[in-house]
């Protein structure tokens, strides 16, 4: 009898085991079954109305000199004079380093009186030669031998001239990198120069934008650490957007009298542009950005309709639609990592 008990026993545990396992997968398939309907969604909305919009342009770019260039001589010689005391003001046409020219010195000398001789040389042939005393070719080599000493001379006044080497333009001049006596070459850098009155700023906006750019427009523009905006004009706008990154790249004109500005320094950039009466406004976080546009969730008859935007001016906490949805359309605002298509949604609280 113990062991009739124990057999039946042993059958009623089997079957216990075996209708768990039978529920534990009949779960699991459904879990995995893509047929499966998603649960409705709870979330907040946003209607979309018209309001009115100053779609400014704000854009990020560099404080740049108006010139700058390294200087550097035109020819290899020795340094005998540094004339300027670095990180000061100088001054178009002020020399800023002297070459050793002893060397051309004396060989213009050398060639002056070569030049000399033969212009004597050559007086007398012209006397000699009108009574046949001296032919017309020696005349004539007389004369060439003068005008290749002429050439001469004046090859050896440019290097001459080359041996001060001067500011190309008004500037502040940089830390200077050579030392009196040093042999320097073309490829030598002496110092840096930069026009620091007035600077310019270079900066991008997206080409949507790019009837609003016109020469002489008023910007505005900020540095980093400084609250006060000051203004600027446009002088120079790129004829064609970049394709990788379908923006344009303008350039301004700032003063910088008090030199308060320093170049390479980051600049944030305000263009007023039009007022939309009528813009659709919705909020940032309402737009689900895709590898290849961005989409917002509308809500159509209790359920998730998908819609491509095109997007255009944020704000702090909005963005600007300019196509893709309409007036009145209610659009989901949160639970935007659960939304897809044809999800049921219940809208629990419509924000502004």
Same mark, same amino acid.
């Given at each position: 009898?113990?062991?009739?008990?124990?057999?039946?026993?042993?059958?009623?545990? &089997?079957?216990?085991?075996?209708?768990? $396992?039978?529920?534990?997968?009949?779960?699991?398939? @459904?879990?995995?079954? %893509?047929?499966?309907? %998603?649960?409705?969604?709870?979330?907040?909305?946003?209607?979309?109305? #018209?309001?009115?919009?100053?779609?400014?342009?704000?854009?990020? /770019?560099?404080?740049?000199?108006?010139?700058?260039? @390294?200087?550097? #001589?035109?020819?290899?010689?020795?340094?005998?004079?540094?004339?300027?005391?670095?990180?000061?003001?100088?001054? !178009?046409?002020?020399?800023?380093?002297?070459?050793?020219?002893?060397?051309?010195? =004396?060989?213009? !000398? !050398?060639?002056?009186?070569?030049?000399?001789?033969?212009?004597?040389?050559?007086?007398? *042939?012209?006397?000699?030669?009108?009574?046949?005393?001296?032919?017309? *070719?020696?005349?004539? &080599?007389?004369?060439?031998?003068?005008?290749?000493?002429?050439?001469?001379?004046?090859?050896? *006044?440019?290097?001459?001239?080359?041996?001060?080497?001067?500011?190309? $333009?008004?500037?502040?001049?940089?830390?200077?990198?050579?030392?009196?006596?040093?042999?320097?070459? #073309?490829?030598?850098?002496?110092?840096?120069?930069?026009?620091? @009155?007035?600077?310019?700023?270079?900066?991008?906006?997206?080409?949507?934008?790019?009837?609003?750019?016109?020469?002489?427009k008023t910007v505005q523009y900020k540095s980093d650490g400084d609250t006060n905006r000051l203004n600027g004009k446009?002088?120079?706008?790129?004829? =064609? =957007?970049?394709?990788?990154?379908?923006?344009?790249?303008?350039?301004?004109?700032?003063?910088?009298?008090?030199?308060?500005?320093?170049?390479?320094?980051?600049?944030?950039?305000?263009?007023?542009?039009?007022?939309?009466?009528? &813009?659709?406004?919705?909020?940032?976080?309402?737009?689900? #950005?895709?590898?290849?546009?961005?989409?917002? &969730?509308?809500?159509?008859?209790?359920?998730i309709l998908m819609t491509t935007v095109q997007l255009g001016a944020r704000t702090v906490d909005k963005v600007l639609?300019?196509? /893709?949805?309409?007036?009145?359309?209610?659009?989901?605002?949160?639970?935007?990592?659960?939304?897809?298509?044809?999800?049921?949604?219940?809208?629990? !609280?419509?924000?502004?």
């Open positions: 009898m113990q062991q009739s008990l124990s057999n039946i026993l042993s059958v009623f545990f &089997a079957a216990v085991i075996l209708i768990s $396992f039978s529920q534990c997968k009949n779960k699991k398939g @459904d879990a995995g079954n %893509p047929n499966t309907k %998603p649960k409705g969604l709870k979330a907040q909305g946003y209607i979309v109305n #018209p309001q009115e919009f100053d779609e400014d342009i704000d854009a990020s /770019g560099s404080l740049l000199a108006n010139e700058e260039v @390294d200087v550097h #001589p035109e020819i290899n010689g020795r340094i005998t004079s540094i004339l300027f005391k670095e990180g000061t003001f100088v001054k !178009k046409g002020q020399t800023l380093v002297i070459l050793y020219d002893n060397d051309i010195i =004396a060989t213009i !000398k !050398k060639l002056e009186a070569q030049k000399a001789l033969q212009e004597k040389l050559a007086q007398r *042939q012209k006397d000699l030669l009108t009574i046949g005393g001296v032919s017309q *070719q020696d005349y004539d &080599a007389t004369e060439t031998q003068i005008a290749s000493l002429s050439a001469d001379i004046e090859y050896q *006044q440019a290097q001459l001239r080359k041996t001060k080497i001067v500011a190309p $333009f008004d500037g502040k001049i940089g830390i200077r990198q050579v030392s009196v006596g040093a042999i320097i070459s #073309p490829t030598s850098i002496i110092a840096s120069l930069q026009q620091l @009155d007035p600077l310019k700023i270079d900066f991008s906006v997206p080409d949507r934008y790019a009837k609003a750019l016109s020469i002489g446009i002088i120079a706008v790129e004829p =064609a =957007a970049d394709a990788a990154t379908r923006t344009i790249k303008v350039r301004a004109i700032v003063p910088n009298p008090s030199s308060k500005l320093t170049a390479g320094t980051f600049a944030h950039v305000h263009i007023n542009n039009e007022r939309i009466n009528n &813009a659709l406004l919705i909020p940032t976080q309402s737009v689900i #950005p895709t590898s290849r546009d961005k989409k917002v &969730a509308v809500v159509k008859n209790g359920k639609v300019t196509d /893709g949805l309409a007036i009145g359309d209610t659009i989901v605002t949160t639970g935007m990592m659960q939304v897809k298509p044809d999800l049921e949604v219940q809208i629990t !609280k419509l924000i502004n």
